[in-house]
């Protein structure tokens, strides 16, 4: 479940949007003022932040420039002037909702945000440098940047085999006499199968499918991504 935190000085508007929230499926955590929100922000890890900007003890603009996570914020205040706007985005607010609003705008707003947000961190994870491959052959496991991938025992082969000799083209031929132990047949799609369960799993891991490459008309090879 994703976490929000609710920083709002407005006691009356707190209680009619959380339950909103909740009913959404977030854990919310409230928060009475930027200072709150601050001491909040270092004891726990939130999904997102709800930040009003006319608030006492510290006001939602001086949170911004204060704060040093990168927690995704979106604005929810009655000050509405082009200069606030400006000054908000500047700060590295993500979104800006003026008061009064309604609660479904609000809740499709966080929701495309967070939509947004898993997208860029899923690509950067898939363009990440691969570092240390290591094999356990007794578990048919590859821990790849240490992120444990389990795989059958005719998956963990093919990706052997073809790491062991990264930077060549392995045809098809090879591959299903070398590891699959059987003839490669006019309509024989085993070996394709195996190689799109492996690239599969490497993708639910954040790992770039492009270890094994496709060279059309040719066969497979390995490659590190860098």
Do not use: C
């Not at 997102?48 to 914020?73: Q, Y």
């Amino acid at each position: 479940m994703k976490h929000v935190l609710l920083v709002d000085d407005d006691l009356v508007f707190q209680s009619a949007l959380t339950p909103v929230l909740e009913r959404e499926g977030f854990i919310v955590t409230v928060a009475n003022n930027g200072v709150e929100a601050l001491d909040k922000l270092k004891s726990t890890t939130q999904d997102l932040i709800l930040l009003d900007l006319n608030m006492p003890e510290l006001s939602g603009i001086e949170l911004l420039k204060l704060r040093v996570d990168k927690t995704p914020v979106i604005v929810i205040s009655a000050l509405d002037a082009e200069e606030e706007r400006i000054k908000v985005y500047e700060l590295g607010a993500d979104d800006f909702l003026s008061k009064p609003f309604s609660y479904r705008e609000l809740t499709v707003r966080i929701h495309a945000l967070l939509r947004r947000i898993a997208v860029v961190r899923a690509q950067s994870e898939l363009t990440e440098p691969v570092q240390d491959i290591l094999f356990d052959d007794s578990r048919f496991v590859i821990s790849i940047s240490e992120r444990p991938v389990s795989f059958t025992q005719t998956e963990f082969k093919l990706f052997k085999y073809l790491f062991e000799r990264k930077g060549q083209v392995i045809t098809k031929q090879e591959l299903q006499r070398r590891v699959l132990q059987k003839e490669l047949g006019q309509f024989d799609r085993n070996l394709d199968m195996h190689i799109s369960n492996t690239r599969r799993k490497l993708s639910e891991k954040q790992l770039p499918k492009s270890l094994i490459n496709t060279v059309r008309g040719k066969g497979y090879s390995f490659a590190l991504a860098s």
